[in-house]
């Protein structure tokens, strides 16, 4: 078990984490991402997908800044996940390409 997991796993996360594996569609998700979190939550928790997706593909600080507003400090740490990280953005990235090939 990863030093990642040892910290957010519980009863609660497990729990969470079923209810979002119980989702079925898009429309689903936003009703539900809507009611969990709040609209910042929300919107933090793509831009730091959508940086991870473009530092996957090479883009340069300044570009992954300018497309998404994120922080240096926000790109660095996920930078650091994807170097360092669980391997989550790889499954979630290569499952997507798998989605968007079909």
Known sequence: MSTQENRIKDANTDFLLQCILSLETMEECYSFFEDLCTVPEIKSMARRIVVAKM????????????????STATISRVNRSLCYGTGGYDIVFGRCALNEEA
């Open 55 to 70: 530092l996957t593909e090479n883009k340069k600080y300044e570009e992954v800044v300018e497309k998404t507003g994120a």
